[in-house]
């Protein structure tokens, strides 16, 4: 038996050529279009990034076998030609669309979105939706806002973090001034018995503090010896000098 002719293995070849490069796929049926009106309608699609061919349906289920663009061989009904899709699926669409309403011998069979199958009205949907620019547009867009905001975030930043740090210094030096030694008040009993603040060295004590002070270097309670309180040498007199007579107690004369 004869091989298969070459120009059909050519056919097969260009089919599965296609498919593999083509984004998305739709396939229609053009019976009862007149030459010219596929000729126009192949030159508008043209324009729209898409490639317009015209295959027997044998040949493109032997181009399918076996991979997963076999999923349209259900749609291989009738004359069949296909738009391969190279660019923006959505002007494919509407020119098709936009054809058939003037040409209702035109017929959306279905399509092929990635590995995805389409029927007709899922592949006419596609015209719908926003031309591949407005897309474009409006990622950028999505894209930008959050970048807007982390700009933002990012110029507030060193702002936020000296207003943070200072009122965070202001907080511990706060704490420091109340952990001072002294900060709290003196008792009453020793703001009694301490000496002024401010009180220079060699100012005269009051004479209820001199009558009872306790003599240098007695312990605190310790009683003082008779003969030292009677005959204590007075405060500043070098040793062996004479005192006074009205330093001097009289002593007591004779019963």
Known sequence: MAGP????????????????????????????????????LRRQLTAAGAEYKIFKNTLVRRATAHTSHAVIDPLLAG??????????????????????????????????LGEKLLDARGAMSLADLPSREVLLSQLAGA???????????LEALPRSFA?????????????????????????????ADSTPLGADAGEPVPAEDAADSTPLGADA???????????????GADAGEQVPAEDTAPEAGPD
Not at 82 to 92: K, L, M, T
């Open 143 to 153: 894209l930008a806002a959050p970048m807007r905001q982390l700009a933002g975030l």
């Open 221 to 235: 309670g310790e009683p003082v010896p008779a003969e030292d309180a009677a005959d204590s040498t007075p405060l």
């Open 163 to 191: 207003y943070g740090l200072s009122a965070l210094v202001d907080k511990r030096l706060a704490e420091s001034a109340g952990d001072e030694p002294g900060a709290a008040p003196p008792a009453a009993e020793d703001a």
């Open 79 to 112: 004359p069949t030609a296909i738009a391969f899709v190279r660019d923006d699926i959505a002007a494919v669409a509407r020119v098709l669309r936009d054809f058939g309403r003037a040409h209702p011998e035109l017929v959306v069979k279905g399509g092929l």
């Open 5 to 40: 002719r070459a120009e059909k293995v050519a056919v097969v070849e260009e089919v599965r050529e296609h498919l593999d490069s083509a984004g998305a796929a739709i396939l229609t049926e053009y019976r009862g279009l007149k030459v010219g009106d596929l000729a126009q």
